[in-house]
């Protein structure tokens, strides 16, 4: 028995390796999760949506259908990305995805050759790179400041490399730093790509997470030439075990995107996708978001109080506008990593920001999640982190 | 824009085109489905587990779980493998899927590398063809008998090819022919296979439907060195529009499933996975499926009987012992595509079976479909289907 060699391309995942330290520990305060918090489900809604569905649409929901998805969830998208996003789009733009995830591993098997180069922010989410890594592309990472991917980067890397093919991106607090680019930065960034063959896959999942400042254009509604592959979700605002997704792009791009899906799962479940129409027609989902993004903000600016009050100031930390991640910098020379050990002896948990390179990262950085964990459990474990870091940070 | 050199692999779908001609014509009636019948659903039963899952686990359902599957439901499928099909295995060999096809899709990644061979029936399921076609192998189709793949086209076709890489095969009531294989053959196959390092992937989404002649072992229960991988469904014994499957395979590769599985959707709807489990654990599925094998037998036996009454008694077909199809072959010289455009204006539809091999295939052979027509639609359409024929054949 021998796997193909794409599988030799395969490597085990770092972060996989710290859930299961992680997992040894359940009685640890963890902020390594990545989920939005289950409480905040409205479960009366979705019981009323359910007996609907089962009232109303029950024998096509448990039915085959078509693998583009489901037409009605499909008319409601073209609605919100024009309503949310401002991205004018019809059907012929969309297919509904398995999650988002599944927009990554179908861009990977649509577009990654061997030797191609995949252009990702530094340091990024996992899911995207490991989608791409059995097609054998190399990862050139370009750095964030506060406002978005820098743009002398991108254009350098994308001059240097004419075997550039695609730029993935997270504009909208991104996983695993929580920054958002500013407007100005999405303009330049469309105006340097928009002079390269390069495709732009951008992954949204939390966009309609935002709890400060302004909703921005996502690069899809700047996009003037049919680069980006846009990604959303309802796992964020409504239930991730729901595996509802989209992708909206060019309509070739959607098409192949339909013809490998169905090599891939047929289809999404019609269920699920049934679901989420019954609810959607049902309820206003936005009185939802607002809540999540309330609850989200007040454990955010509670985690951000807690560092000011109890890390030693030589730890940088960034500030979130919206989604369910901040990033915290170490000083040089720390190994986040091995300092995990002492922290879940101590009572706490987190996931240390070097599996989230492509390449090699630095062993200072750590990916802390305010979504899954009580206003008490912040107080309680940002102090013992606290406390764990100034045994070692002067 | 380019796509990898991978989508150069990548063919138009025959049966797609058909189908587009089919859906033109809505009211003819159809023998070109190959879905279950969506009135046989228990849907009074699945209201229940609804809501005996919205009342005591509705926040995990809606939320992330494991890539290889809910925990309850790798259970329940470790006892119904060793029940169902004599198979002993544990979680370490299982993974849960979207859809069998999801095996497929994952399948053709984890092995198939360009110049590979791929051994098929011949006919046999275009969507594993499909799955495979990106990474570029080749396709070898062995004719299969009256008791299952001829085995010495098996044991020639494998010495004549040391790029074998995997041999798909439907041994149950398969799609398109619904064909079973004798226990005699499947001993042999294993037999053959045995002596080379080739992977065997079995599908058996219908093995429960048999509703003539004895329950036959799967292969993977004649499988000494786990050179199986077996995928199995709930779609024909529950519904299709949960896509929830398996696969059974060794430890190493149900792993491999679950690490590409992550890079692909993640993991299958945790909503849909204990959607499953409440239903089997609050209701017997067994009746359940004697019903469906009831009803189709008696839309099977209805099939049958009209082609000795209205065929011309050279058109040959086979007599399934469970399944969802028959295979029609019409006499040499005759074109079933060419027929579809009479056919429908006469009112029916079936799907000409040239689509169903991966190389050339003959013109006048023609899958027919039983389970999603009414006893009298048999009747009638079989009649007419009958009178088409007769314009062509003496």
Chains 1, 2 share one sequence.
């Not at 073209?78 to 990554?104: A, F, P």
């Not at 370009?142 to 997270?170: F, H, S, W």
Request: glycine share 8%.
């Amino acid at each position: 028995m021998s796997f193909s060699k794409r599988m030799d391309r395969v490597k085990a995942s770092g972060i996989r390796a710290v859930q299961k330290r992680i997992a040894s520990k359940p009685e640890v305060i963890s902020f390594a999760a990545g989920l939005p918090d289950p409480n905040l489900y409205p479960l009366d809604d979705y019981k009323a949506a359910l007996d609907s569905l089962m009232a109303e649409r029950a024998r096509p929901a448990f039915s085959y259908g078509l693998t583009k998805g489901y037409g009605p969830l499909l008319d409601l998208l073209v609605r919100r990305m024009r309503e949310k996003e401002g991205v004018e789009c019809t059907k012929d733009n969309l297919c509904i995805l398995s999650g988002s995830q599944q927009g990554l591993g179908l861009a990977a098997l649509m577009f990654v050759d061997e030797g191609d180069v995949i252009i990702t922010e530094n340091p990024s989410y996992l899911g995207a790179i490991n989608a791409c890594r059995p097609y054998g592309p190399e990862f050139v990472g370009v750095d964030t400041d506060d406002d978005g991917m820098v743009i002398e980067d991108v254009e350098r890397v994308l001059r240097e490399n004419p075997r550039a093919k695609m730029i993935y991106v997270i504009p909208n607090f991104q996983n695993p730093t929580g920054k958002a680019w500013t407007l100005e930065r999405r303009k330049r960034f469309m105006e340097v790509v928009s002079q390269y063959d390069v495709m732009v896959l951008e992954d949204n999942p939390y966009g309609e997470i935002r709890f400060k400042g302004e909703h921005l254009p996502c690069l899809k509604t700047l996009d003037r030439k049919d680069q980006v592959i846009y990604l959303g979700s309802f796992s964020k605002i409504m239930a991730p075990g729901l595996r509802v997704a989209w992708v909206c792009a060019a309509p070739e791009v959607a098409a192949m995107t339909e013809r490998m899906k169905e090599t891939l799962d047929l289809q999404s479940p019609e269920f699920t996708q049934h679901f989420v129409v019954s609810y959607l027609e049902k309820f206003d989902i936005e009185p939802h978001i607002a809540k999540i993004q309330a609850t989200y903000k007040a454990r955010s600016d509670l985690m951000l109080e807690m560092i000011r009050r109890h890390f030693p100031a030589s730890v940088k930390y960034t500030e979130p506008e919206g989604g369910m991640f901040l990033w915290l910098e170490l000083p040089g020379g720390l190994d986040a990593d091995a300092l995990l050990d002492e922290a879940l002896e101590a009572g706490v948990a987190y996931i240390p920001g070097e599996s989230f390179y492509a390449n090699n990262g630095p062993k200072n950085t750590i990916r802390m999640n305010f979504t899954t964990v009580s206003e008490e459990q912040i107080v309680k474990g940002m102090e013992i982190l606290g406390n764990v870091l100034k045994r070692h940070i002067q």
